[in-house]
């Protein structure tokens, strides 16, 4: 006994380093691998360091292990996330790590931008968990407290004064995510009245040229790519050549006309894509995308592009390199006016190396060379819109030529840049751009370590048979909001006034009012020259600037005035356009789609049969649910469903209802139930499953109806 005690305690020393290691790996990270500008962010580190290691100290072992275990992995997923996307992750993100399936397609192959973080991190953890160590006594626990506390009220200090910086320079991950998770709560962000740029149609600029010549249209829309990697464009932008970059994009398009200003709106594919396809501002915030909405409101769908030019003789088509069934692009992309919409099920061809998400890049072109020679021997004029997911996180490509590059993000950026360029180039010789306008643009920016600006810039490239008669260099801002209104403009179509935006084929002499919300910062440039940025703890800063984007004219100041609060304001109101203000809303995510089944669910993220996610119900409200499932074959041992719940990083098990039996071919599975929402729920997710051998099961109906209630 005696000699078990003596290892324990000769066992304690080691695990007090692990447990200090873990508490402090992420300040010793930043102050190897970053330059500091000022001393917030470092604090910060040092300041939840402390925080935890005293609480962990103070703590039983499985508590300590358990706060350990969520503190590396917060530490690490961000830092991924921050190499990747230029930004830390905020509240609405932790939807993502509810769901295992995500995870596993993020971090597939392994393939980690900081695998030293990552490593050393799970070394520290694992001697924190394998190791013994006696709880600190309170006395010095309530030391730690105190100092960390005073410590933090320092960095809070800090930060204020430096809030022109970018958060993830200021801010420890962890601490981020409660400031973030605070502002979400609280939410000051009231409707009010908008500025006149951002809620009407501007078509009182000069033609470039009159109606135009092309006969269909190609929209080839490359996941995260921002300005900056197109030369040229990040040379008038004033940026200096950087190592990620798209050389052969830029020598395939030699008579394109270039929008060096060009902005995306917000981070996530499909606001990326309403803002594009509908001529309205994607929300400047993570609440349900509008692109759900409109479901809502078939008017406003109605003035979508897709449906305009479906209404006037153009097949509309919809390819892209991912499933369809994430996010219910197979319900919502129909909804938007696309006749024919297809993901990673229409290419039979197999990737030659392990990708999750889908095609890659090098495929999809090529099938999408093979859809459009389909598309021109029909002899009808077309609309086309592409998505490729190449450029997803896990960066996935062989380790051979991963090995060619400085880093993996740089590979798989010229892997693209190699298939888009060929695609153009085939193009070109297959003759289609004689009679297509084209649009070569981005979703959403990755950003860049440059500027954070950056995670605002998208790719703005135009190709048109009137080239000659089109600038090199587009002057002026534009962004996603203005493709629907230049593709209608361009054509000589009637442009609905529901749409907001300039079009790329006229010029305009007034500055140009534009918002974004990237990097976890709202930023607006007024029709005065003013630049606004507002990061979610409130503080503003404002200056002189030709535009949302770019290096501004002068340093941002601090916001004295207070006018920038407006920002919050205006971003509601923008928000809150296609929110019904009646009294019952009702949402299908159902219209007979046919699905293979598996015999075991194993991704719970791809296999969902239906795209009813990130939902906001009101307070005080009523939601009834109607699901109708027939199953079309199945074996003899038939087919189980099961739908699930999700509300941001949790799994909701208070809802109740009867499930679905064992069904069998040609049987149907019925659900109808209800449930009370005393509270706002927000990023409400449903996940309907099914597993049978040989099956394919019929959605019929899944059906969300929101009933406010009086009172």
């Known amino acids: ?65 358990l706060l350990v275990l969520i503190w590396a992995s917060v530490q690490a997923g961000s830092q991924e996330l921050l190499l990747a996307m230029q930004r830390l992750p905020g509240w609405s993100d932790l939807r993502y790590l509810a769901d295992a399936d995500f995870v596993g397609n993020t971090t597939a192959g392994f393939n980690l931008s900081a695998p030293l973080l990552f490593w050393s991190l799970l070394a ?54 409660l400031v973030d998770a605070i502002a979400t709560r609280l939410d000051g962000g009231n409707p009010g009245d908008l500025p006149l740029g951002l809620a009407r149609l501007e078509l009182d600029g ?55 200003d060009f902005v995306d709106h917000s981070h996530q594919t499909i606001r990326g894509l309403y803002a594009l396809l509908c001529g309205d501002f994607s929300k400047l915030s993570f609440d349900t995308p509008k692109a759900v909405e409109l479901q809502a409101h078939p008017e406003r769908a109605a003035a979508c592009l897709p449906a ?68 021109q021997q029909r002899g009808q004029p077309w609309m086309l819109t592409l998505l490729t997911v190449g450029t997803h996180q896990p960066y996935a490509l062989p380790d051979e030529i991963a ?140 200056g002189q600037a030709g535009s949302l984007l770019g290096t501004p004219r002068a340093e941002l100041m601090q916001d004295q005035g207070g006018d920038g609060t407006r920002l ?31 015999e075991k669910v194993t991704n719970e993220w791809s296999e969902n049969l239906v795209g009813a996610q990130y939902l906001d119900f009101p307070a005080n409200s009523q939601v009834r649910v109607s699901v109708r499932v027939k199953v079309m074959h199945s074996s003899d041992a038939g087919v189980q469903l099961q739908l699930k719940f999700k509300q941001w990083e949790h799994n909701i098990e208070n809802i109740p209802h009867d499930g679905f039996p064992l069904l069998h071919t040609n049987e149907e599975g019925r659900l109808d139930f209800s449930f009370d929402n005393l509270e706002a729920r927000q990023s409400f997710s449903f996940h309907l499953l099914g597993v049978g051998k040989d099956a394919a099961v019929k959605l019929e109906q899944f059906r969300v109806r929101i009933d406010a209630k009086s009172g």
Not at 227 to 239: D, T
Not at 352 to 361: H, K, L, Q, S, T
Not at 415 to 421: E, F, G, H, K, R
């Open 1 to 65: 006994m005696r000699s078990l005690i003596s290892k324990s305690r000769a066992r304690q020393p080691i695990a007090l380093v692990g447990l200090f290691l873990v508490c402090f790996i992420p300040l010793v990270w930043r102050l190897a691998t970053q330059d500091q500008a000022n001393a917030a962010g470092p604090l910060s580190d040092a300041v939840f360091g402390l925080l935890l290691f005293v609480l962990a100290y103070g703590s039983p072992h499985w508590l300590r292990l």
């Open 124 to 177: 520290a953890s694992a001697l924190v968990a394998l190791l013994p160590l006696a709880r600190l006594r309170s006395r010095y626990l309530a030391g730690g407290l105190v100092l960390a506390t005073a410590l933090l009220l320092l960095q809070g200090r800090l930060s204020a004064a430096h809030d022109g910086d970018s958060v993830a320079s200021r801010y420890n991950a962890l601490h981020w995510l």
């Open 568 to 598: 919050f304001s205006i971003a509601a109101t923008l928000d809150d356009k296609l929110k019904s203000h009646e009294r019952s809303r009702v949402l299908d995510f159902a219209n007979g789609e046919i699905r293979e089944l598996n």
């Open 403 to 542: 090995a060619q590059y400085p880093s993996r993000k740089q590979a798989i950026v010229a892997l693209l840049d190699q298939a888009v360029s060929a695609f153009i180039d085939n193009l070109r010789r297959d003759g289609v751009l004689a009679d297509t306008l084209v649009l070569v643009t981005s979703d959403e920016s990755h950003g860049s370590d440059l500027a954070e600006w950056v995670s605002s810039w998208g790719l703005g490239v135009v190709l048109a048979p009137e080239q000659e008669k089109l600038p090199r260099l587009k002057q002026g801002g534009y962004g996603l909001v203005d493709v629907t209104a230049s593709v209608l403009d361009y054509f000589g179509l009637p442009v609905p006034r529901s749409i907001v935006g300039r079009s790329f084929f006229r010029d305009y002499d007034t500055p140009r009012e534009m918002v974004s919300y990237t990097a976890s910062k709202l930023r607006w440039h007024t029709s005065e020259g003013l630049r606004y940025e507002c990061a979610r703890d409130g503080r503003c800063r404002v």
């Open 308 to 375: 305009q030019m479906a209404r006037r003789g153009w097949q509309t088509h919809y390819l892209q390199a991912a499933g369809l069934m994430f996010m219910a692009k197979d319900r919502l992309m129909p909804v938007m006016g696309f006749q024919q919409v297809h993901g990673s099920e229409w290419f039979k061809e197999m990737n030659p190396y392990r990708f999750e998400w889908g095609v890659i890049d090098s495929l999809f072109f090529e099938g999408a060379r093979r859809y459009i020679a389909d598309l």
């Open 206 to 260: 000069r033609r470039l040229l009159g109606a135009g010549g092309a006969k269909n249209v190609l929209i080839v829309t490359l996941e995260g790519m921002p300005g900056l990697y197109y030369p040229e464009i990040a040379h008038a932008m004033g940026m200096e050549p950087t190592e990620v970059a798209m050389p052969l994009l830029a020598k395939a398009t030699p008579d394109a006309m270039l929008i060096p």
